[in-house]
T-cell receptor
Framework: GAGVSQSPRYKVTKRGQDVALRCDPI?????LYWYRQALGQGPEFLTY????????KSGLPNDRFSAERPEGSISTLTIQRTEQRDSAMYRC??????????FGSGTRLTVV | AQKITQTQPGMFVQEKEAVTLDCTYD???????LFWYKQPSSGEMIFLIY??????QNATEGRYSLNFQKARKSANLVISASQLGDSAMYFC?????????????FGAGTQVVVTP
């Protein structure tokens, strides 16, 4: 696609539910990144992939968070047993070898 | 550990004036890259400018320039001739080993408000 597409744009979920956030990167972009951004703060790295391989997951806050990119294109970030502190904007970005990062519009997650 | 610091939480600037946004970084890695992003109220992340640690000259992109002082580990963004549309949150970010395009580490951001 022309840009990085994230869905849903907004997600409200009850505490304890699982959520899956989707990212569709720019076609041909090898690398895909997930970030979390709390209100009024800078994005915080979660994890990234080159093709389907998860290269770094050091930013995932705990084992309730996981991500996959099974075919090296679309990625899903899953949060299990959501908690209120998980409420944030979740951003995806993609890049291709030195061409810079392109960010998606994000998914605003609210856990009530 | 690497760190990005933006010490100005917010600032006002008058239209047509220049503004400098501060960014300092801390890394012992000789190879790194520094970015500036703009985030307007709409929430998108807009790439502004990039500086590699081995670049000899300061980066410029239109009204944006990066004042790179390697010895001081600072990478300040200068916006010349501010416009009302420049009102936004601005983030400085760093990547280690740019050739591998790994994770970006962001600062806390500076909120800029341009007044008429």
């Amino acid at each position: 696609g022309a840009g990085v597409s994230q869905s849903p744009r907004y997600k409200v979920t009850k505490r304890g539910q699982d959520v899956a956030l989707r990212c569709d990167p720019i076609s041909g972009h090898v690398s895909l990144y997930w970030y979390r951004q709390a209100l009024g703060q800078g994005p915080e790295f979660l994890t990234y992939f080159n093709y389907e391989a998860q290269q770094d997951k050091s930013g995932l806050p705990n084992d309730r968070f996981s991500a996959e990119r099974p075919e090296g294109s679309i990625s899903t970030l899953t949060i299990q047993r959501t908690e209120q502190r998980d409420s944030a904007m979740y951003r995806c970005a993609s890049s291709f070898a030195g061409t810079g990062y392109t960010f998606g519009s994000g998914t605003r997650l609210t856990v009530v | 550990a690497q760190k990005i610091t933006q010490t100005q939480p917010g600032m006002f600037v008058q239209e047509k004036e220049a503004v400098t946004l501060d960014c300092t970084y801390d890394t012992s890695d000789p190879s790194y890259g520094l970015f500036w992003y703009k985030q307007p109220s709409s929430g998108e992340m807009i790439f502004l400018i990039y500086q590699g640690s081995y670049d000899q000259q300061n980066a410029t992109e239109g009204r944006y320039s990066l004042n790179f002082q390697k010895a001081r580990k600072s990478a300040n963004l200068v916006i010349s001739a501010s416009q009302l549309g420049d009102s936004a949150m601005y983030f400085c970010a760093m990547i280690l080993s740019p050739e591998s395009w790994g994770k970006l580490q962001f600062g806390a951001g500076t909120q800029v408000v341009v007044t008429p």
